[in-house]
């Protein structure tokens, strides 16, 4: 997570949605649910101001 951050910087969620969205069109709840737990991290992050 910190090398997507480190990567991409404030767009580093909208990455991840990407990427999770990407799993879903291609029926991959495993990298699905990856996505989304990166996601839920880096708002959690966001909102305590890390």
Same mark, same amino acid.
């Given at each position: 997570m910190d090398e997507l951050?480190?990567?991409? #910087? ?20 495993y990298e699905q649910g ?14 305590? #101001?890390?």
């Open positions: 951050i480190a990567k991409h #910087g404030p767009r580093a969620e909208e990455m991840a949605y990407a990427e999770e969205d990407r799993a879903w069109r291609y029926s991959d709840i990856k996505w989304r737990r990166v996601r839920r991290e880096l708002w959690r992050r966001h909102k305590a #101001g890390e």
